[in-house]
């Protein structure tokens, strides 16, 4: 049990290198550079620290997950192809629907 447990480690460190060469992963971990600290040394109260933390962390994993559908979509086939432009555009979607709630919830404290 313990082998497999390290082995899914070493595959999820992969996993992250392979994430790492995207440039909207790398700016988005930029941007956390700035957000969390905010979050940390706000004054907000704790569940709205709380909130936009795991915001962020979703944030990271959409991304992760939409970086792994587009290499999917692109070992199927690179050539134009209608249907995976739009699979593509439903994966970045949902990056963007996270990141406009984690803009909307640090508006929200700032007030």
Not at 2 to 25: D, M, T, W
Request: charged share 20%; with cysteine; net charge positive.
């Amino acid at each position: 049990m313990i082998k497999k447990l390290y082995k899914n480690f070493l595959n999820s460190l992969n996993g992250l290198k392979v994430v790492f060469k995207e440039n909207s992963f790398r700016l988005e971990i930029l941007l956390g550079l700035f957000l969390v600290p905010y979050i940390l040394f706000s004054n907000n109260e704790f569940i709205l620290k709380m909130i936009m933390l795991i915001l962020y962390l979703l944030l990271l994993a959409f991304e992760i997950m939409n970086t792994s559908i587009e290499k999917l979509c692109d070992k199927i086939t690179k050539d134009l192809d209608d249907d995976i432009k739009k699979i593509k555009d439903l994966s970045s979607a949902s990056v963007f629907a996270v990141l406009i709630t984690l803009l909307v919830i640090f508006i929200i404290s700032l007030f």
